[in-house]
């Protein structure tokens, strides 16, 4: 009786405790009630709050800087309508990511989806690259360094989520993600074209910041590709630990 009693004791005092404890939400993320009266203002007021962290990165969830961001390599999407051959970015160092503003957010929970529409003011990349394309009538072939900036990218995601089952508790996974890019303006320049022959370089240059609408549409399925990888990486490992239940505690 007496052993009994003490034990339920110590199990209610190890309940308030393990309370505390079992919470294993990092204090930068701030929940978000499962009401879709305020889950979208929410949902905006936490990835706001982690701006800083985003920017310098979250080393313990393996969540890597966003400004400067890095991209080790990327290429096009395979079967896309460039016309053969190759063109690939390596070590591209992107600065601005962290300037962006949120235009809308919907966080729809019966559907499972996230909307979102982000603004990047300015983008700018440095970094090295390799190409042996026809642009328009022009081959632009060499390899060298690259320097861009993307004038007022907008962002349209859409996120599928779907919840997860581990141990008995479920936990949320964004399982895949649409992105449309639009971009107002851009500067580019390419150095090392035709094995350093200064004038096809320079027209090439010309050509390239000239005809904007086509090097954007020649550009925006890479730029669909890596930033949708990029939001899909950081939004499942920023989450992944976190139950459903206490990432959008029930209203
Ligand atoms: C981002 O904003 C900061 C502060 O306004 C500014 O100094 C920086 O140049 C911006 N980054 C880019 C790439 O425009």
């Given at each position: 009786?007496?052993?009994?009693?003490?034990?339920?004791?110590?199990?209610?005092?190890?309940?308030?405790?393990?309370?505390?404890?079992?919470?294993?939400?990092?204090?930068?993320?701030?929940?978000?009630?499962?009401d879709p009266e305020t889950i979208n203002e929410c949902v905006r007021d936490s990835i706001e709050q982690l701006r800083s962290k985003?920017?310098?990165?979250?080393?313990?969830?393996?969540?890597?800087?966003?400004?400067?961001?890095?991209?080790?390599?990327?290429?096009?999407?395979?079967?896309?309508?460039?016309?053969?051959?190759?063109?690939?970015?390596?070590?591209?160092?992107?600065?601005?990511?962290?300037?962006?503003t949120i235009k809308s957010i919907f966080v729809d929970l019966e559907k499972m989806t996230v909307r979102a529409r982000v603004r990047?003011?300015?983008?700018?990349?440095?970094?090295?690259?390799?190409?042996?394309?026809?642009?328009?009538?022009?081959?632009?072939?060499?390899?060298?360094?690259?320097?861009?900036?993307?004038?007022?990218?907008?962002?349209?995601?859409?996120?599928?989520?779907?919840?997860?089952?581990?141990?008995?508790?479920?936990?949320?996974?964004?399982?895949?993600?649409?992105?449309?890019?639009?971009?107002?303006?851009?500067?580019?320049?390419?150095?090392?074209?035709?094995?350093?022959?200064?004038?096809?370089?320079?027209?090439?240059?010309?050509?390239?910041?000239?005809?904007?609408?086509?090097?954007?549409?020649?550009?925006?399925?890479?730029?669909?590709?890596?930033?949708?990888?990029?939001?899909?990486?950081?939004?499942?490992?920023?989450?992944?630990?976190?139950?459903?239940?206490?990432?959008?505690?029930?209203?």
């Open positions: 009786m007496l052993t009994s009693n003490r034990f339920s004791v110590f199990l209610f005092l190890f309940c308030i405790v393990c309370d505390q404890c079992y919470s294993i939400i990092p204090d930068y993320i701030q929940v978000c009630k499962r985003l920017v310098k990165g979250i080393p313990e969830l393996n969540v890597p800087s966003l400004d400067p961001f890095y991209i080790s390599e990327i290429s096009p999407p395979l079967g896309k309508n460039m016309r053969a051959l190759q063109a690939v970015g390596k070590d591209i160092k992107v600065s601005g990511a962290g300037n962006f990047f003011p300015r983008l700018h990349f440095e970094g090295k690259y390799k190409v042996d394309i026809q642009f328009l009538v022009l081959p632009i072939r060499g390899e060298g360094t690259l320097v861009a900036d993307a004038i007022k990218c907008n962002v349209d995601a859409l996120l599928r989520i779907k919840t997860v089952e581990k141990e008995g508790v479920e936990y949320i996974e964004f399982t895949d993600i649409d992105t449309d890019i639009t971009i107002k303006d851009y500067r580019i320049k390419l150095q090392g074209l035709f094995n350093g022959d200064k004038t096809l370089e320079e027209a090439t240059n010309l050509a390239l910041n000239e005809n904007k609408a086509e090097l954007m549409k020649a550009a925006k399925p890479f730029a669909e590709k890596g930033v949708a990888s990029i939001i899909l990486d950081a939004a499942n490992k920023i989450t992944n630990m976190i139950p459903y239940d206490e990432l959008f505690p029930k209203a």
